[in-house]
């Protein structure tokens, strides 16, 4: 159920990149003013995610979910009936705001039903979900949007999600708080605010881990943000095409190779400490080569093989987000934990759609296409800046056995 709840999720999130081109030839807006819309939900997403992680760690997160489900699907449909920049704007920001309570419940709500021995695997498997909305959204998307008008998508995902809640509220079931680890916490036993601020400032691993999504979610949302808009305007393809293709390759390699990640992950957990955190070093690093090669590539088989490869590596990184977060995490800190990785990540996230507006607009070269370019390539020092963190975590990790 929580697959299928992940899986709108991340269809309504790609639904407006898909629709950049036709937003720009509707209402005649500039690179900066698209990387506003794009920005828009990731700003509120990173603002409320602080808040929805002590909700996730106080209140049933069975409610929570179907809750969030519900509020961002209704901003979702209302996306639909905007008629300029700042209404559009708002619209993808409150939907920001509705999505952030997902996931810091789901997360730790999953991982009351799986321990350290299975927990990469899990979390690996909902995070195929991301990749299978992304494409399937971005590439729905944008063939409804050019044969029926850029409104239609939001007309399908929105009552899509609420029919998904319903769904939610015969069938989803809650765990007790540390089932997994075979502990239980009774709500008066359940850690203050100021409690878990201090599990959680106390561990650096903790905030590099977070450091390494700022980097990694920059580099990730210029992907998911700009990619149709690059296909078209460096390969020419047509619309519809460039949202299936600017998607599809990434992220079907990234479903692939997230799974065996986790599995990877599992296995290297259990035979040294950090061995979630080393598989998420190696895709960084390989990926980050392949960051650069899509930038520069100059046709299109290079370009698709560069994205693969892309995704490949982002499904190594993408498999222990959470699940290293929460091998030195309590599971009363855990939603907490995780509302702050995504408010740290998603920060990154909503800086990275401005940054490749700005350069594309303002850039030195003499074509905006060219622009685009090297803005997409600096994401390849952002990855290697995100295993630093990661490498540096892993050794304090390894040394105080936390």
Not at 11 to 19: E, G, L, P, T
Not at 42 to 66: C, E, T
Not at 317 to 341: N, V
Request: aromatic share 14%.
């Amino acid at each position: 159920m929580l697959w299928l709840v992940c899986f709108v999720n991340y269809a309504d999130r790609q639904a407006i990149s898909s629709v950049l081109p036709l937003l720009r030839e509707h209402f005649g807006f500039q690179a900066v003013e698209l990387g506003v819309i794009a920005s828009a939900f990731a700003w509120f997403y990173a603002g409320a995610a602080p808040v929805a992680g002590v909700a996730a760690d106080w209140l049933p997160r069975r409610y929570l979910i179907i809750v969030a489900c519900v509020v961002w699907s209704v901003f979702t449909l209302m996306t639909a009936w905007c008629n300029g920049l700042w209404s559009l704007v708002s619209a993808r920001a409150l939907t920001g705001l509705g999505e952030a309570f997902y996931f810091p419940a789901a997360m730790a709500l999953l991982s009351d039903y799986h321990d350290s021995q299975t927990r990469s695997r899990a979390l690996a498997i909902h995070q195929s979900a991301v990749y299978a909305g992304t494409i399937l959204g971005g590439w729905l998307a944008a063939e409804l949007a050019q044969h029926s008008g850029w409104q239609t998508p939001f007309h399908l995902f929105g009552p899509g999600g609420i029919l998904v809640a319903i769904m939610l509220i015969l069938w989803l079931r809650e765990p007790r708080r540390g089932a997994a680890e075979n502990t239980q916490f009774k709500g008066e036993s359940a850690l203050s605010l100021v409690d878990t601020c201090r599990v959680i400032v106390r561990l650096p691993v903790a905030w590099l881990l977070m450091g390494a999504f700022f980097c990694s979610n920059f580099v990730a949302v210029i992907f998911l943000t700009w990619t149709p808009v690059f296909l078209v305007e460096k390969f020419h393809y047509a619309v519809g095409v460039a949202g299936l293709t600017g998607t599809i390759f990434i992220h079907l390699a990234s479903a692939f190779s997230v799974l065996f990640a986790g599995w990877l992950a599992d296995l290297l957990s259990r035979r040294r400490a950090g061995g979630r955190m080393l598989v998420q070093v190696i895709g960084l690093v390989v990926g980050s080569g392949f960051v650069f090669w899509v930038a520069t590539a100059n046709t299109r088989l290079a370009l698709i093989l560069a994205m693969m490869g892309f995704g490949a590596g982002k499904g190594f990184y993408d498999s222990g987000i959470f699940a290293s977060l929460y091998d030195c995490i309590e599971p009363r800190a855990r939603g907490t934990a995780a509302g702050l990785m995504n408010t740290v990540g998603w920060f990154g996230g909503a800086l990275g759609p401005l940054f490749v507006g700005i350069v594309t607009k303002y850039g030195r070269r003499p074509t905006m296409t060219e622009n685009m370019s090297d803005a997409i390539a600096s994401g390849s020092i952002i990855y290697l800046t995100a295993a630093g963190c990661i490498v540096f975590a892993l050794v304090l990790f390894r040394r105080r056995k936390i």
